[in-house]
């Protein structure tokens, strides 16, 4: 046999190898099963096909994976409360984000996790994750209260002073936001871009502080904003 | 579930850890994106967490789990322009192998990455559903809330751009 590639003869050949996949996993029901085994026995070409089907599934599912960096950083996350003695299941860091995540998710008005009209079904879902994010940006650069956090430590070990400016807005834009829309809705809130985009498309800025209800309510009305929310205490509602 | 309907944080814990090496397997082979592939998996974990009474039993909890996964990843992908369904595929005619990719038998699985980059994340998440997860094409089609037939085209064509990539050594194969 060579190594050339069998076309489909039409029906029953084509019903049966494209139930192949299935079957050499065992994922076929009994009647489906039984109909591929019969007609194998008397089709040499489908039983090439299937030793084929047979070969590549093994190959693929043998596939090496690049996980160990990917893995090595979201460990390095889960261990970071560990480091401040503050464990997993002891109600630390991470625990704390989660309960910061459902605090946003039950309290959050409507708005906030309803896709805005005309966005696709995946959007609320979306903004779950994009919620998990605002978690994840407050820790960084919402201003610790106890001198104690590693991550505020870092933060100032590395700036020598602390930050000029820290995120007190998060806002999310409609993915098909153009460049000069997203600009304009910074400079006319007086906001400064702290950190972001995330490859989930938070964005977290800097107002100053006397207007910021004011440009968070500006955002709020711009049709290509999702989300804005204040993300400190004094601007949480 | 039940543990983590009630807020028990050490059953999800237990939950993250069996299901992180599925999830990134399948994310990975997605989405191409190892960064993309940590924040996909921590953001569907978070919905299980927060969500738990969502999952009511109906289904399989995997198919519940991979059914976020991909939603999740479709969600992340469309925010940075990646096709998420190649819809011209089927047309465009396979890239020929070429000498480069007439390799020895050990560099099959090198030839098959390649290959599987130049499928859309709808067709790689089939592919790895099927072989890797030994899923079915109904609790495929459950996960990514399409016809039954749309799965069993998707790996059709699947295996045809793969068949068509590894066709020098198919005869070692066989």
Known sequence: ?237 | MARIARRDLRAFEELYRAYHPRLTRFLMTMTRRPPLVEEVLNDTMMVVWNRPERFNGSSRLSTWIFAIAYRTALGALRRQDQPIEDKGADQRPASDPGPERQLGDRQVQAVLLSALDDLSSDHRAVVDLTYFHDMGYREIAEIMDCPVDTVKTRMFHARRHLKRILSGHLADWL
């Open chain 1, 1 to 237: 046999m060579s190594g050339r590639i069998i076309p489909l003869r039409g029906e029953p050949h084509e019903r049966i190898q494209s139930l192949l996949p299935w079957f050499v996993t065992d994922r076929l029901d009994a009647a489906e099963r039984a109909e591929v085994e019969a007609h194998l026995t008397g089709c040499p070409d489908c039983r090439a096909e299937e030793r084929l089907e047979r070969r590549l599934g093994s190959e693929v599912a043998a596939m090496p994976m690049d996980v160990e960096q990917s893995w090595a950083r979201l460990r390095a996350r889960l261990e970071r409360p560990a480091s401040a003695n503050r464990g997993w299941g002891s109600g630390g860091g991470l625990a704390a984000a989660w309960r910061g995540l459902g605090r946003i998710l039950r309290g959050a008005p409507p708005w906030t996790l309803q896709p805005v009209h005309g966005a696709p079904p995946w959007m609320g879902w979306a903004m779950a994750g994009q919620a998990v994010l605002m978690v994840a940006l407050l820790s960084m650069v919402w201003p610790h209260g106890g001198s104690s956090s590693t991550v505020d430590a870092r933060y100032h070990a590395l700036g020598a002073a602390p930050s000029p400016r820290a995120g007190n807005v998060v806002v999310m834009f409609r993915p098909d936001t153009r460049e000069q829309d997203l600009r304009a809705a910074l400079l006319g809130g007086q906001a400064r871009l702290v950190d972001g985009p995330t490859a989930a498309g938070v964005y977290v800025l800097n107002v100053p502080a006397a207007r910021r209800p004011a440009a968070v309510a500006a955002l709020r009305r711009r049709p290509g904003v999702i989300m804005a929310e204040p993300i400190d205490a004094a601007g949480a509602r």
